[in-house]
């Protein structure tokens, strides 16, 4: 089973596995990078570290007040997140760790069984390493 309609599950949950340019998560794939909101899970189009805009994530800025912390995961490398995005998440209160998407996804799921606010913006990648 895929993400149904327009790539949104209503609920935050854990993430199963990742890798296969996708995620399994809730007994469901989704193929492509994935917004973890507090509102549900979202399909997201991002699929490099630098298409991570203020745009890019308007959903997780509309849902700023139930997060706390946000993992980006930027794929298998670790590059440079844009100063205004940082800036704009933090004016927002959302402290960021922009890291490999593999790290970010373990991260998360502690995170989230803690029942900690947080988010997770995770570009999809090929393979685990």
């Given at each position: 089973m895929t993400l149904p309609g327009a790539g949104h599950f209503?609920?935050?949950?854990?993430?199963?596995?990742?890798?296969?340019?996708?995620?399994?998560?809730?007994?469901?794939?989704?193929?492509?990078?994935?917004?973890?909101?507090?509102?549900g899970m979202l399909g997201w189009a991002v699929t490099t570290?630098?298409e991570i805009t203020l745009d890019s994530l308007t959903p997780?800025?509309?849902?700023?007040?139930?997060?706390?912390?946000?993992?980006?995961?930027?794929?298998?490398?670790?590059?440079?997140?844009?100063?205004?995005?940082?800036?704009?998440?933090?004016?927002?209160?959302?402290?960021?760790?922009?890291?490999?998407?593999?790290?970010?996804?373990?991260?998360?799921?502690?995170?989230?069984?803690?029942?900690?606010?947080?988010?997770?913006?995770?570009?999809?990648?090929?393979?685990?390493?």
């Open positions: 209503p609920q935050q949950v854990g993430i199963d596995a990742y890798g296969n340019s996708g995620f399994r998560f809730a007994e469901m794939s989704h193929r492509g990078s994935l917004l973890c909101l507090p509102t570290p630098a997780l800025i509309a849902a700023a007040d139930d997060i706390d912390v946000l993992m980006i995961g930027l794929g298998h490398d670790i590059t440079g997140l844009s100063p205004d995005v940082r800036a704009a998440l933090r004016a927002h209160g959302i402290i960021v760790e922009a890291i490999t998407t593999g790290s970010a996804v373990r991260t998360y799921n502690v995170l989230l069984a803690e029942h900690r606010a947080v988010a997770a913006a995770l570009i999809a990648v090929d393979r685990v390493r």
